[in-house]
């Protein structure tokens, strides 16, 4: 038999109700990471701090279109670099300038790095020390290229592109000083033409540049680097490359003359490379089949006194897979920071990651471009899948307690309710800072309103510990929402009964059975929109939208 809500409830609760959960905060339990997410759109101007309701904390008004990254320093500043046309260095990622605001929003330095055969791209990193690491890509015309060994069978391209690292001190409001470099194009070889630079045996040398492996790009960047971090017990950086589908470590203890050549540092290898994953075909120890990462972004270490730390997060975004992952591992090393070489003939450990997260039931997962991790102290991992926008946040078994979808697309922000399609509220990477982080310290965190249009926020918690006169967390959460196939059901309580409602509030299905806290409940069958859920009879509604993309 069906049953219709009453007319007052389906007032009450439909037109409330099914505005939400598109944009703003999806989920927040009691299991979240309590702090402010920074993030910072790829269409507009602002980047915004915001709390785990999605309420607005923070927002700068910057000079630039994103380019694409953004930190808060450890003063309550912002870093962000900003995009600037460059006519010469078409690339994704452009970049080209580095801003810093303060908390308030004023212009305290920023620096260009963009001219007719460079720029800045992607990301950066601030050191302890209060320098910066810009990935800065630079051209040479393909007649240098094909002399130090490059085919250019095929090659459509009059100039080939080469990553390098520059390290700036800045220097009042407007310039730095160069302190340090590295560049992959004095790292180096070739196996097609022994009178050329560079002849090797490829495979003998794991620790250099194959200067003919195309990857997945016949393009002039056919590197394309795309993210950067440092260790600073270890003096290490580790950069990513989309376009080779592995990251390397490099020593950042050498000098200029010694990152150039392959001796000197703490490692004794120069600015050769320490060690890489995620494609050993690139070093020709490796097929399709060995093959780890595809296209990844946004690899950095786990910091000291996390969960995990020491190992490498690294969102993969699988690309020609069609699904995405984020994947932990772990690089075999010694105490003092020395990377464990291969045997001959085979590739750098480990064989697979140490933990791998996915969500395939959700097609807001998959993300080809764009995209971050970061760990958290309380063990999980808030994850940005770019292309859509979205963050979320697993626990370390891989359920998802927190997530946020931007509601800022290339035509403003969107309204509470509004359908957004895949692609145009993109986000580059997003980090939380905690509620102690010092760079909060003595500035005003009154949250605002939600960034989204006709918002409501009152199904979202704060939780701070408190519970209820049965000492119980009274909390009910579903996920993912929105959701493709498979709908989770958590309650404190046991789950006696669940109802599911249509939009016009027809009740289509009545669930009885085993009195579990978590249930999970098939929706595959059912057609795009939003519906209703009671759990064990509750007067409260919960909201969750079909998705069939």
């Not at 460059?86 to 300038?97: E, F, R, V």
């Not at 760079?439 to 309103?449: E, F």
Request: net charge negative; with cysteine.
């Amino acid at each position: 038999m069906r049953l219709v809500l009453p007319i007052f409830l389906a007032f009450i609760f439909l037109n409330k109700i099914a505005a939400q959960l598109t944009v703003g905060t999806l989920l927040n339990t009691p299991q979240s990471q309590d702090g402010y997410t920074l993030f910072n759109p790829s269409n507009g101007f602002n980047a915004y701090l915001i709390d785990n309701c999605g309420r607005s904390v923070n927002t700068w008004n910057c000079n630039y279109p994103p380019g694409l990254a953004a930190y808060l320093h450890s003063d309550g500043s912002l870093y962000r670099s900003g995009r600037i046309l460059n006519n010469k260095m078409t690339m994704g990622g452009l970049g080209g300038i580095i801003e810093r605001y303060s908390w308030e929003g004023d212009l305290l330095w920023s620096y260009r790095c963009s001219g007719d055969d460079s720029t800045s791209h992607h990301d950066f990193e601030i050191l302890p020390n209060g320098n910066i690491l810009l990935l800065v890509a630079f051209s040479k015309p393909i007649a240098e290229a094909i002399s130090i060994g490059r085919d250019s069978t095929g090659d459509p391209n009059d100039v080939l592109f080469f990553e390098s690292i520059l390290e700036i001190e800045p220097i009042g409001t407007d310039s730095a000083r160069i302190v340090w470099r590295w560049s992959s194009k004095d790292h180096l070889v070739q196996s097609r033409d022994s009178t050329k630079p560079n002849y090797t045996i490829i495979p003998d040398h794991p620790e250099r540049l194959n200067i003919n492996y195309l990857g997945s790009s016949v393009d002039r960047d056919w590197l394309h680097a795309n993210s950067i971090d440092y260790n600073p017990a270890l003096d290490q950086i580790v950069i990513g490359f989309r376009n080779l589908s592995e990251f390397w470590v490099l020593d950042h203890s050498t000098s200029i003359t010694e990152a150039a050549g392959n001796s000197g540092g703490r490692y004794g290898k120069g600015g050769d490379i320490l060690y890489r994953w995620g494609n050993p075909a690139t070093y020709e120890r490796g097929g399709s089949n060995d093959q780890k990462l595809y296209e990844q972004h946004d690899v950095s270490w786990i910091p000291d006194m996390l969960p995990g730390a020491g190992s490498f997060l690294v969102f993969n975004n699988g690309e020609i897979l069609n699904y995405s992952s984020v994947a932990e591992l772990s690089a075999p090393m010694d105490s003092f920071g020395f990377y464990t070489q291969p045997g001959v003939g085979t590739a750098f450990g480990p064989q697979q990651p140490y933990r791998v997260f996915r969500d395939d039931s959700n097609p807001l997962f998959f993300s080809g471009r764009l995209s971050s991790a970061q760990r958290q102290p309380n063990g999980n991992t808030l994850i940005c899948s770019g292309n859509s926008g979205y963050f979320l946040e697993m626990d370390s078994i891989g359920n998802q307690v927190w997530s946020y979808r931007n509601p800022v697309t290339g035509t403003g922000i969107v309204s509470q309710g509004t359908l957004i399609n895949y692609g145009v509220n993109s986000v580059f990477a997003v980090s939380r800072y905690l509620t102690d982080y010092s760079g909060l310290a003595g500035k005003n965190l009154i949250p605002g309103d939600p960034l989204e249009l006709n918002f409501d926020i009152s199904q979202c918690q704060i939780y701070n510990g408190v519970k209820n006169s049965d000492n119980q967390l009274n909390t009910v959460h579903i996920y993912p929402n929105p959701v493709l196939d498979i709908i989770n059901i958590e309650n404190f309580n046991p789950i006696e009964s669940v109802e599911i409602y249509n939009s016009i509030g027809q009740m289509i299905e009545i669930y009885y059975g085993q009195k579990t806290n978590i249930k999970q409940i098939n929706i595959s069958n059912y057609s795009s929109g939003c519906y209703f859920m009671r759990i064990n009879n509750n007067k409260t509604l919960q909201c969750f939208i079909k998705n069939n993309l």
